[in-house]
């Protein structure tokens, strides 16, 4: 079914080396994440093909009469070679069809499809920019459902006009919102510290995106010190902290009416930030495997 409807929309895939991804003759460079994977022959004359701009089947149609074997074996192979350098964050995968909207909503629905990562261009040093860059992907990643909540709403507003509904949308919007700003915040402080520490000549790091999460992805400062655990302890301390401010300012001093439990209920959302330094959780399992890594004087690969 899936197929047929490619078939009929003429959806095609279109792969391309990820930004700062540089080809060599036995190994791809990433010179944001500092690293090298090496390749073997035939990948290496794939990938050669790979421009951004061909379609995946024009590139294993050539490679079928370059290499004098059946195209679906080509096919076969190239597509793992795709898949298996997209989870390394080397490859990025578009979609492309004559019709625009389709082109459009496949491109947006694509990060949420299974095993597949996403990798988005930040190259400043301000705090600002790399902000931005997290706030535009954590709003991509997310902004659909919070669509698709409003107009549940509006539809159940239509049928049953009660104020209480408009008020839930409200609140689910104020939700929203402050889970959007306040994970971009949380990735930004964890890039902006990453930055800082490596220095422009060091390798920068990048965002990147898959089904379920948004991060940014950073290599290791060796040799091992303590900048690595800041850089970890940042990412939810700084929204943590905020929200924390938030709550007791709304406690002690606002007076209870429905801004200041707007103001608290945004407040909560970049509090619970902080979860994230719990030692079972990402940042704090993190933190826990480094200390334990810096006291015994060894090195995180």
Known sequence: MIQLLNNKLKIERVPALAPYVTLQKRHLTDTQYGSTLPINESAYHMLTKVDGKRTEASITAELADLFQVDESVIARDFYQLMMGLNQHHLLSIHYHSPYRIVTACCQFFKQYQIKMKERFDCTGHSFLHIFGTALLMVTRKIIFFWMLFMVMAGIAFLFIPDPSIAAIAIYFTIIYFGLITGTALHEAAHGYAHRKFAG??????????????????????????????????????????????????????????????????????????????????????????????????????
């Open 200 to 301: 422009r000549d060091g390798p920068q790091g990048f965002f990147a995106s898959d089904m379920m999460s948004v991060k940014f992805v950073r290599p290791v400062l060796d040799p091992f010190q303590k900048k690595q655990v800041w850089i970890t302890l940042l990412g939810p301390l700084v929204p943590g902290v905020i929200g924390a401010a938030g709550i007791i300012v709304t406690i002690l001093f606002l007076k209870e009416n429905p801004v200041s439990t707007a103001f608290f209920i945004f407040s909560i959302t970049y509090f619970i930030q902080l979860l994230y330094l719990l030692p079972f959780m990402g940042d704090g399992k993190s933190i826990m495997k480094q200390l334990l890594l810096g006291g015994m004087g060894g090195q995180r690969s």
